[in-house]
């Protein structure tokens, strides 16, 4: 059992900057690839959408298209913690901001959020034009 836990999230203006964090419990954090997950205001939860993956070695990083350039996905074992640097913000990226755990050995495919075996609660980004 991993729990999650993200923290950082605010109200900020279009253009700034902002990161969020996600700390896991357990001693298995480096077992676990980690990504980022956002939904929208008035999405389902179906409709979360892939933002940013890292491997459990954080050896590999990936991004959805649209945050590319801006977002930065990192990680730190030691402290079992994944973070999100956000960066040139638009009013387009405000929505609930959700990490995930998928098991390192078992995932296809870190885009996908069905390769997730664990969330956390989510943290509000909102940006205001």
């Known amino acids: 059992q991993v729990r999650l836990a993200e923290s950082g999230g605010g109200l900020v203006q279009a253009g700034s900057s902002l990161s969020v964090s996600c700390e896991a419990s357990?001693?298995?954090?480096?077992?676990?690839?980690m990504g980022w997950f956002r939904q929208a205001p008035g999405k389902e939860r179906k409709d979360r959408d892939f933002v940013a993956a890292i491997t459990s070695n954080g050896s590999s990083t990936f991004y959805a298209e649209s945050v590319k350039g801006r977002f930065t996905i990192s990680r730190d074992n030691a402290k079992n913690t994944v973070y999100l640097q956000m960066s040139t913000l638009g009013p387009e990226d405000t929505a609930v901001y959700y990490c995930?755990?998928?098991?390192?050995?078992?995932?296809?495919?870190?885009?996908?959020?069905?390769?997730?075996?664990?969330w956390g609660q989510g943290t509000q980004v909102t940006v205001s034009s």
């Open positions: 995930g755990a998928a098991l390192q050995s078992l995932y296809r495919d870190l885009t996908r959020r069905r390769d997730y075996m664990y």
């Open positions: 357990g001693r298995t954090f480096d077992y676990y690839a």
